[in-house]
Structure formats: C-alpha cells, structure tokens
T-cell receptor, first 110, second 115 residues
C-alpha cells in the first residue's frame, strides 16, 4: 500500500458544480497535511494547509479525518481555472519526511 | 522576479555526461530541497538541506549529489547521467522559523532528458 494515495482521475466536472476528492495516508502518526495545486508542466503551489478542525478558504474546504486516515478537498462553484492536478502532501512524523501523493487531475468543462 | 529560480529550464544530454542543475532563492529560507517528478508518480525527494552545513539524503539519492554553496544556493549534480534520470526536477525552499515550516515554495522546474 502506498503511504499517500489519491485517485488519479481525471474528474470531469461541469463549470459551477461542486467536486470533492480524498487522499488517504498510511501512518496514523502523521502530523501535517497540505493540498497543493499543480498546473500542467508547472511547479506545485500551496493551496491550503489542512487543520484538525477543518478549514475553508473561499470556495475551497479542506477536512481531516484522523480516525479513517484521510484528508479531503471540496471545491464549490467550480471555475474553468480550477482545472489542475491537486496534490496531497503528508508529513509522516516529527522529523522531516514529507510524502507526496501522485495527484488527482481535475478538468472543469464549460 | 521569481523567489526561487532554477537553471537551466530545459536540458537534453547524453548517457554518461555530468550534469549540474542549479537553484537560487531570494526568500531568505534556511531549508532547501531537490525533488524529481515522473509521470503518474508523486514528487520524490532526492536530497534536502536544513542549513549550509547540513545535507541529508532523501528517498532516491543514488546517482545524485548536491552542494549547498550558500544559504541561497543549492545545486544538484548527476555524475554520470542515465536515461531513467529523465524527469522534471524541482527545487524547493521552506522556512523553519515560520508558523508552517513544512510549507514548501517551488522553483519553476528543470526538464531533463537523458538520451
């Protein structure tokens, strides 16, 4: 089992719809969680950190479920510009060890 | 100007050649990292450095070496390039003193092709 797993997609979603995807992680001691966005052939950029209480930034909501060991990303009112690959990142322990998921590709269609 | 720069942006080379990829940052961050990205795979850590005198191997360091010439500069070398090192290489930085020391800031990437 991979340490951090994501559905590769692609998720094909009409503009304006709500879309959600999850990321599962294997180490229950993981402490930090992030979502990054990566456009084709570009560098990853931080979208949002994921806190235990969940957090929201505009149309984006991230949640952490420690019991089931997954984090989620919800995008409301999706825009064409949301088309990208979304990378899940987990810090596995107290020492530096960031593990990156392979990403979920999202395509927003007009 | 970009905070994290990488040179070159694209490079085609032949098997057995020595290649150096360079990374510079103006963010004042103490930590720097080198990753490679292959299609369908997550970013894989090659080496990381928490300060100028600290160099650590990542999960896939074989065939690579690094040098932290200054706080702002971190270079990656392929001593004898082989075709399976064809990939997209990213440099990243982070700030250990920030509220979120794990947050990483990436350079634009170097696309390396080894023939």
């Amino acid at each position: 089992r991979k340490e951090v797993e994501q559905d590769p997609g692609p998720f094909n979603v009409p503009e304006g719809a709500t879309v959600a995807f999850n990321c599962t992680y294997s180490n229950s001691a993981s402490q930090s969680f992030f979502w990054y966005r990566q456009d084709c052939r570009k560098e990853p950029k931080l979208l949002m950190s994921v806190y235990s209480s969940g957090n929201e930034d505009g149309r984006f909501t991230a949640q952490l479920n420690r019991a089931s060991q997954y984090i989620s990303l919800l995008i409301r009112d999706s825009k064409l510009s949301d088309s990208a690959t979304y990378l899940c990142v987990v810090n596995m322990d107290s020492n530096y060890q960031l593990i990156w998921g392979a990403g979920t590709k999202l395509i927003i269609k007009p | 100007d970009a905070d994290v720069t990488q040179t070159p942006r694209n490079r085609i080379t032949k098997t057995g050649k020595r290649i150096m990829l360079e990374c510079s940052q103006t963010k004042g961050h103490d930590r720097m990292y080198w990753y490679r990205q292959d299609p369908g795979l997550g970013l894989q850590l090659i080496y990381y450095s928490f300060d100028v005198k600290d160099i650590n191997k990542g999960e896939i360091s074989d065939g690579y070496s690094v040098s932290r010439q200054a706080q702002a500069k971190f270079s990656l070398s392929l001593e004898s390039a082989i075709p399976n090192q064809t990939a997209l290489y990213f440099c990243a930085t982070s700030d250990s003193t920030s509220f979120s020391p794990d947050t990483q800031y990436f350079g634009p990437g170097t696309r390396l092709t080894v023939l």
